[in-house]
């Protein structure tokens, strides 16, 4: 039982990170629009928390982090690592910053997020890869988050003063 809910929690790591994200801005209340809010804490959490845990994994447990997505183990795993952390440290300080900084972090993370979409579905057409880190609800989650990052990037732009963009 024990196991089984530790196994459960960390395969669903991106999926519970997501929830509290939204649960976190919901129950927050400050002067700040609701799209500034939902978007800071789905970069510091959804992405930024999600993108650590990610980068450590395919650095530390290669094999784990492979055999999930349905992958072999490749010297690659280590580049992505290296990026995944990188661009969870980037989102993770963009928490504090202004929307500017969050607009440039939002970028990243919607180009970097449409390749491993495409990516993904690539797999599971092309070498029939349906494993659940390829192609499942880390795939959904990964769509969802490019779509809405950018439109909660386009209402805080609409919706904050100038004087907070920078």
Do not use: C
């Not at 196994?7 to 790591?13: D, P, R």
């Amino acid at each position: 039982m024990i196991a089984a809910t530790i196994q459960f929690v960390l395969s669903n790591i991106p999926s519970i990170l997501f929830v509290l994200a939204i649960v976190i801005a919901f129950m927050r209340s400050n002067p700040q629009p609701a799209s500034y809010r939902y978007l800071s804490w789905l970069l510091l959490v959804a992405v930024g928390a999600n993108m650590l845990w990610a980068g450590l994994f395919h650095l530390f447990l290669p094999k784990i982090a492979a055999a999930f997505i349905g992958w072999q183990v490749s010297p690659f795993q280590f580049e992505i690592g290296v990026a995944d952390t990188a661009m969870g440290v980037v989102a993770v300080v963009s928490f504090w910053r202004g929307l500017e900084y969050k607009a440039a972090v939002v970028l990243y993370v919607v180009l970097f997020y449409i390749g491993v979409a495409v990516g993904h579905v690539r797999e599971a057409v092309t070498a029939d890869n349906f494993s659940p880190g390829n192609f499942g609800m880390l795939l959904l989650l990964t769509v969802v988050q490019i779509v809405l990052l950018t439109w909660l990037l386009m209402r805080a732009r609409r919706e904050m003063p100038a004087a907070a963009h920078g």
